[in-house]
């Protein structure tokens, strides 16, 4: 049977020589799990599923064995894995050997050499330059990996994995497409002709469980009086805008932040790859569709905002505006839809209320400059601009709330900020959270709703 998926050469098959670990002992079930701390460990075990990953894709024929069902797999793989743990002197008992050669078949079955990245929970992003090289960013910096697909063909067949999962396609006719994985962590692809040297994957991971906007704070992304401000204007179904640029964390808060609305509540959820993970039992998820081979099909963000309408929502979320949808979003927030979400790429608070106004135009309506602000006026209460800082540190650097108009301007009130302060000798940039002093218009209309604020909530003299 090992014939039907090893090449023919049998340079392909040999084993590259690589320096042993320092324990060595054999390979029983009474053999003792290496002493060492948890995270060397676990990135001791990803170097070695790389390294084996590398050894079997170089053995193998990789389109042969895509098609084989798991017990065939671990059949023809099973003795190449002990030979090459036994090759290094690899302290494994034998459970751990069964386990390691159950997860190499897992990753052949799945996405390949990538795939115990995906399972790093301390990976953000996983970004593919073309079959030779793989990127990660763990902790806010970039770093190399010594992951690498066979040949270019290795690679795009992971590629059209991820995207015929969903139903899209990728070629030199759509050299460009977005999807998402089954985690929803979202997947972005240019091929040949537009990617010059030869396929690009960027692959924006996302935790298996969301986090919570009290677990940012254990990342110093934001802090809690700012978490009693999101929370109460959720509750009390403020229209929320988060701001930010790109990988700033404007999704991961779009999550945490809709953990506050009642269970009670029909969400409609409208993306283009649909990538939120909302906990709510009553959410109706849509999702984009490009054209298909023959141009016809498409179905815009536009098009499913005026389909959710229909769709009986109590508020909308729409993972990000970036378009003439902007039109239609705010209709609804407008129209007895208070408290939808939405996400826009800008740099400041006063620029996302500019890029909506120039989104608002591109519907094409008879619409004033004046009335559209009016209109941007009365559907969003708050906005929250998020930023990526040059540590790789995400932060809510501001809360501000649309108070209304004055004139032909939209007027804004910062209530929380992030002051940067100074930078460390290893980079880490040092500030602090402060609130401006300034008390939220809303806070009345929420204290009529039996929703309070804190004594201290808007002191500017108290440390947040």
């Given at each position: 049977m090992l014939g039907r998926f090893t090449k023919g050469s049998a340079a392909a098959s040999r084993v590259e020589p690589a320096a042993p670990l320092p324990?060595?002992?054999?390979?029983?079930?009474?053999?003792p799990v290496a002493v060492g701390s948890e995270k060397d460990q676990r990135e001791d075990l990803l170097a070695v599923k790389v390294e084996l990953h590398r050894h079997l894709i170089d053995r193998f024929n990789l389109a042969v064995l895509e098609t084989a069902s798991k017990e065939q797999i671990l059949d023809e793989i099973r003795p190449v894995v002990r030979d090459f743990?036994?090759?290094r002197s690899l302290p494994l008992n034998a459970r751990e050997l069964d386990q390691l050669t159950?997860?190499?078949?897992?990753e052949m079955l799945g996405l390949g050499p990538i795939e115990p990245l995906l399972k790093d929970d301390s990976i953000a992003d996983i970004l593919i330059n073309t079959?030779?090289?793989?990127?990660?960013?763990?902790?806010?910096q970039l770093e190399e990996t010594p992951i690498r697909f066979r040949d270019e063909a290795h690679l795009l067949r992971i590629i059209n994995k991820i995207v015929s999962a969903i139903g899209r396609r990728v070629d030199e006719s759509y050299p460009m497409v977005d999807a998402r994985l089954e985690d929803g962590s979202r997947v972005n692809v240019a091929v040949r002709p537009i990617s010059?040297?030869?396929?690009?994957?960027?692959?924006?991971?996302?935790?298996?469980?969301?986090?919570?906007?009290e677990r940012l704070v254990a990342f110093n992304s934001i802090r809690q009086p700012m978490i009693e401000l999101l929370k109460i204007a959720v509750q009390s179904r403020k229209s929320i805008l988060v701001s930010g640029g790109t990988g700033s964390g404007k999704t991961t808060l779009l999550n945490a932040l809709s953990s506050y609305i009642s269970h009670k509540e029909r969400l409609i959820t409208i993306e283009d790859a649909a990538e939120l993970q909302l906990q709510q039992p009553h959410v109706g998820r849509l999702e984009t569709?490009?054209?298909?081979?023959?141009?016809?099909?498409?179905?815009?963000?536009r098009e499913l905002v005026k389909n959710a309408l229909r769709m009986r929502p109590d508020r909308i979320i729409v993972g990000e505006v970036r378009g003439e949808e902007a039109f239609d979003m705010l209709q609804a927030m407008n129209t007895g839809h208070e408290g939808s979400m939405t996400t826009i790429h800008a740099n400041t608070p006063r620029d996302a209320i500019s890029r909506l106004e120039q989104m608002v135009g591109m519907a094409g309506m008879p619409m004033s400059q004046?009335?559209?602000r009016a209109q941007i006026a009365a559907?969003?209460?708050?906005?929250?601009?998020t930023q990526r800082l040059s540590d790789g540190g995400r932060r809510v650097i501001s809360i501000s709330e649309i108070t209304g108009m004055e004139g032909s301007v939209i007027q804004l009130q910062e209530i929380y900020q992030f002051v940067r302060r100074d930078v460390s000798p290893e980079g880490k940039i040092i500030g602090d959270f402060r609130a401006t002093g300034v008390r939220p218009r809303f806070a009345a209309e929420a204290a009529t709703l039996g929703f309070q604020f804190s004594k201290d909530a808007f002191n500017p003299q108290m440390a947040l």
């Open positions: 324990i060595v002992e054999p390979v029983t079930p009474e053999t743990v036994r090759g159950s997860d190499t078949a897992d079959h030779k090289r793989v990127f990660i960013e763990r902790r806010g010059v040297d030869g396929p690009l994957v960027s692959i924006r991971k996302f935790s298996r469980n969301p986090y919570s906007l569709r490009p054209p298909n081979v023959e141009g016809r099909g498409e179905v815009r963000q004046e009335s559209i559907a969003i209460d708050i906005i929250v601009q």
